[in-house]
């Protein structure tokens, strides 16, 4: 990544909440993955991947309870939060398993908004990418290794404004194209 420092994964959590705490208008998350090896803690994971669906949506629903204090943090912040949540087919497992959590997140009040590309876009790439962006004035790139599943090994602190505006653009770019995961779960028969 360019004009970023790279961060292991303790220093990319420490920079998240020094970020977050700055935080004044707008966070935005780009995920493009579509296949991801969650912690090796992640029980819902675990469950999904054993075929036990009632365990998998009820361990879900508790690791959102844990982040209802961020929810609670936006709303009071008036923050305009999404999530941009970039996919394609033929869905992963992996994907199915995220879109549980996310309609269980966005029940919560997570906006989560996404963006269909053809089958033949790689993801990831240099034009898609995960990454998180406060106001104008941090990025976060994750960095998921080299491999075909993704499993973040730390990533990238982005300060400098031209890298920042290309983040933003793309951002932008995209949530322009996405619709609601509620119309987008609808559509694609989830």
């Known amino acids: 990544m360019d004009h970023g420092e790279r961060l292991d994964l303790d220093a990319f959590a420490a920079a998240f909440s020094q ?14 993955w579509q ?21 998998t949506v009820r361990l879900l629903r508790e ?11 936006v709303r009071s912040r008036g923050i305009d939060f999404a999530r941009i949540r970039v ?10 398993y995220e879109l549980l959590a996310y309609q269980i997140r966005a029940d919560m009040g997570e906006t989560i908004e996404v963006v269909q590309v053809t089958r033949d876009t790689p993801l ?20 998921y290794g ?29 949530r322009s194209r996405a619709v609601s995961l509620r119309s987008f779960l609808a559509e694609a028969g989830f």
């Open 146 to 174: 080299s491999g075909p599943v993704g499993e973040q090994t730390g990533g990238w602190l982005v300060r400098d404004a031209e890298p920042l505006r290309r983040l933003e653009a793309k951002a932008l770019e995209l």
């Open 19 to 32: 970020a977050w705490t700055r935080l004044e208008k707008r966070f935005l998350r780009v995920e493009c």
């Open 63 to 73: 690791e959102a309870e844990a982040d209802r204090a961020l929810y609670e943090d």
């Open 87 to 96: 996919v394609r087919e033929p869905w992963t497992d992996y994907l199915r």
């Open 124 to 143: 990831p790439s240099n034009d898609y990418f995960d990454f998180l962006l406060f106001d104008r004035t941090i990025a976060l790139v994750h960095d």
């Open 35 to 55: 296949s991801y090896r969650e912690n090796v803690n992640s029980a819902s994971q675990h469950a999904y991947e054993r075929g036990e669906y009632e365990q």
